[in-house]
């Protein structure tokens, strides 16, 4: 009975002992966590960003160290512990929003050049069609004149009389079209033309009829229309003499005026 | 009742009330500017917050510590309303910073998606 009450005793003073003073056997998780952490933010290159926590984490490991040694309390040594920890945990939040906003800023840049190499590649696209449609016209020998550069489809691509285009222009208005489809930026304005054979009504309407059939074809091979505009000039605007059939034959025509983008060069009517 | 008695009757009592104020003789005022600095630093956080997830169990965790700085006040033991203060303080830092650093992450990766997504369009974009 005695002896029962003694070893009661003995742990009760064990345990007293134990939970308020003296180094405990037992490893202090906080602190070997802050052991832990707190070399890694000191050594982190972006320390800078945080460098009080870092500081204060340090100060905190090293009392909570020196308790250690010297047998301190259990309690403080794990409060000075978890003021390190904790410290060491902000500076490493502070150290990642750091890093974070870095690649932000390095992203904005990158941005900024994919965009301007988008552009740019877009601009070169761009001359490219552009030359592609000079090709085509030169190749179609159009000429240049101050209205900009200027085809002439022939009276012979006309049934005699009538606004129908001959096969014999497809081949052409295929080139014509496919270089307009890939410069949308470029206009063209189309312009019938008759000789003074017939009454001014009649030539009148024919030119007209004719400018809208090749603009219709066109179309038909996917230009779209922002890009046209056509027009009847009647007999009033030869390129040469009604005096005979050669000249004559050189005044019944469609001519398509190509002007630069839509930058306004748009030809005048007159 | 005689002098003597009641004299010393007097000392005892001067001397336990003594005690009592040097053992848990209440909380310093640096305490108490201590607590009341946690509790606007545990505010502050829980405004920055918001419904954020990110940093949500610290900004807990630091109430947890604010009210058991204030039940250490309220017992009067001054070394614990410090002690749970300072963590109280911390832990809402820590929940600020933990929200800063996501957001910031957040904002990151969607840029860096931006930029995968915007190369890969110009990449793909024929020249026609």
């Known amino acids: 009975m005695k002896r029962t009450h003694n070893i009661i005793l003995a742990a009760a003073l064990a345990a007293a002992i134990a939970g308020c003073s003296s180094t405990p056997e037992q490893p202090i998780a906080e602190l070997e966590t802050a052991r832990a952490i707190v070399p890694q933010v000191e050594s982190s290159p972006r320390a800078g960003v945080a460098a009080q926590n870092v500081s204060d984490a340090r100060k905190a490991l090293d009392s909570a160290n020196a308790m250690m040694e010297k047998g301190g309390k259990v309690d403080d040594i794990r409060y000075e ?30 941005r900024q050049q994919v965009l301007a190499e988008a552009r740019e590649r877009e601009a070169v696209a761009a001359r490219d069609r552009a030359s592609s449609l000079e090709q085509e016209l030169k190749d179609l020998k159009a000429k240049k004149t101050d ?20 096969p014999g222009a497809f081949a052409t208005l295929d080139r014509l079209a496919n270089a307009l489809r890939e410069d949308p930026s470029r206009r063209v304005v189309i312009e019938g033309h008759t000789d003074n054979t017939g009454s001014d009504e009649f030539n009148q309407q024919l030119s007209e009829n004719r400018a809208m059939s090749v603009q219709s074809a066109l179309m038909q091979r996917g230009v779209s229309g922002d890009q046209i505009s056509a027009m009847g000039k009647g007999e009033g605007y030869p390129v040469a003499s009604n005096d005979n059939a050669a000249g004559r034959q050189q005044n019944r025509r469609v001519e398509l005026i190509f002007t630069e983008d839509n930058s306004g060069q748009r030809v005048a009517t007159d | 009742m005689s002098m003597p008695l009641t004299r010393s009757l007097t000392i005892a009592i001067g001397a336990s009330a003594l005690t009592l104020l040097t053992a848990c003789g209440g909380v310093t005022e640096m305490t108490r500017q201590q607590v009341a600095r946690s509790e606007t630093a545990v505010n502050q956080a829980q405004a920055s917050l918001g419904t954020s997830e990110a940093g949500a169990i610290e900004l807990q965790q630091a109430k947890n510590y604010f009210s058991q700085a204030q039940k250490a006040v309220e017992a009067k033991d001054d070394v614990q ?48």
């Open chain 1, 81 to 110: 512990a978890s003021i390190a920890a904790t410290n060491a945990q902000i500076a490493n939040e502070k150290i990642l929003e750091a890093q974070a906003k870095e690649e932000i800023a390095k992203g904005e840049s990158e």
């Open chain 1, 147 to 166: 209205r900009g550069l200027v085809l002439t489809l022939g009276d012979v691509l006309f049934d005699t009389g009538k606004a129908t285009l001959k």
């Open chain 2, 81 to 128: 309303a410090q002690r749970y203060a300072n963590q109280a303080e911390l832990n809402a830092q820590l929940s600020v910073a933990k929200s800063h650093k996501a957001s910031a992450r957040k904002a990151a990766d969607e840029l860096l998606a931006s930029i995968q997504t915007l190369r890969q369009e110009t990449n793909r974009a024929p020249a026609q």
